[in-house]
């Protein structure tokens, strides 16, 4: 937990959300066509405000949604500093949540530049429709956001891979096409004639552990032909030794996902060897100044990305990836994976004020119950908190 101030009392309320997407999320691991999530507030004697969100992701093994309330609903409306020292968090979506509000209310991060608030504009990788659309979205997602180059991603291992890998190279020809129809390119980005994408263009590829050896091999090969940045999480976390064999044998880097969640999984996977890309979901890794202490110790090669988290999550993940690049201004920058705004609903929970977000969501009450029996079943199932301030459960 984030340092807080001995003696200090604190009020928390809690308010749950749900945002809904343009068209369904197509991924290796199913069809995705809603964000549920939470947003937590803490303020001080003083009055200060600090914001977190807890987005849970629970095929990337956190809390679930209906934990995580359970918990909320559990604590009571003003802790003091011990209590909160001793709060028994349900999981590490949680965690980056009360982290992040408290930091709010305190110093911050380290190396976090003028205070997180006159902030660089950090390069944004796009994420693209899954399958056939892509060739119709081109290079248009986004493009007028703040920040965004042209790096993309595309989901890959939902449908045929014949099919997707003859997608691919179209996608490409295409881009190739376009770039060598700019009358004042000077990048010599035009390469039609081996179809590789264009100099000026970055493609990522994300598998979500989806492949098999076979179809893994099978990308690689076609990747390293057309050029593409990296391949994202090729084969489920258990496969680790097989990735890591892999990642020798081609010249296309592959980067973990799936099996660096949280910090404990991205310790495990550096000390198994693994010195190749690793995209971490922060508000999904536990505790951002953790998270950042061991990347910066070990000079991780680093992706940060995006949950679909509303304005909350992402500025907090986006401090904690500032903090990082301010931290190594020798190294390169790799474009973030938080262009993904265009998939949702425009419901003005992108908003970069919190306390705009806040005044959007309807306050959290208790579960009405009908009846002694869901009582009791409900308290029982439900975390508590301790005559010694301790949340158990």
Known sequence: MEPGVDGARYRFDFRSYRRWFRQPLRTSNGVWSERQGIVIR??????????????????????????????????????????????????????????????????????????????????????????????????????????????????????????????????????????CDQPDDHSGGCRNAQALLPATVRLRLDAN???????????????????????????????????????????????????????NQLRACYEQGWRGIFVIKGAIAGSPSDLLDFCLNQNLDVVFSSVFETGIGRRAVLDLARAYDQARPDHATRALGFGVEHW???DGLDADDPAQIWAQLAPNHPKAQTNAQSDAQSDAQKPRLSDSGEVTG
């Open 209 to 263: 552990g989806g492949l098999t050896l076979a179809q893994a091999e099978q990308w690689l090969a076609l990747c390293d032909d057309l050029g593409i940045e990296f391949l994202e999480q090729p084969l489920p976390p258990k496969e680790f030794g097989a990735m890591l064999a892999l990642s020798n044998r081609y010249t296309t880097p592959i980067a973990l996902d799936e099996s660096v969640a949280n910090l």
């Open 344 to 346: 949702l609903e425009a």
């Open 42 to 179: 803490l303020q001080d004697g003083s009055g200060n405000v600090g914001y977190g969100e807890i987005a849970p992701l629970p095929e990337f093994g956190t809390e679930t949604q209906a934990g995580a309330i359970a918990f909320c609903q559990a604590l009571p409306q003003f802790l003091d500093w011990p209590q909160i020292e001793r709060l028994n968090l349900p999981g590490t979506a949680t965690q980056f949540a009360w982290a992040s509000a408290l930091m709010q209310l305190g110093p911050g991060l380290e190396h976090q530049p003028n205070g997180g608030r006159c902030l660089p504009i950090l390069p944004i990788c796009t994420l693209l429709p899954t399958g056939a659309p892509m060739l119709r979205a081109g290079r248009s997602p986004g493009k007028n956001k703040p920040g965004r180059t042209d790096t993309y991603k595309w989901k890959i291992g939902v449908t045929d891979p014949h099919q997707e890998q003859e997608i691919l190279r179209r996608f490409c020809a295409q881009l190739d096409e376009q770039s």
